[in-house]
């Protein structure tokens, strides 16, 4: 019974754990990402945790453009 239990128990923690972590950031970072429930263009923010945090729409008629000089997104007119 021991045995069974023991499997059992391995095969939940294996079920629980993911095969690859999240991706992690660097806090204060920014980058352009699309809106989880809109697909939206806009922006998006690494937290204290190292976790992106999505952070804002782009205006419409607007894409996002990340400028690696400054490490800032900016919305910017479609072409």
């Given at each position: ?71 800032s ?7």
């Amino acid at each position: 019974m021991k045995f069974i239990t023991a499997i059992t128990t391995l095969a939940a923690v294996a079920v629980a754990t993911p095969l690859s972590p999240p991706l992690e950031c660097k806090p204060a970072t920014y980058a352009c990402a699309k809106n989880p429930h809109t697909n939206a263009e806009g922006w998006q923010v690494c937290d204290v945790t190292k976790k992106w945090v999505y952070a804002g729409d782009c205006p419409p008629k607007t894409i996002c453009q990340f400028l690696e000089a400054n490490g800032s997104p900016y919305c910017i007119p479609k072409w």
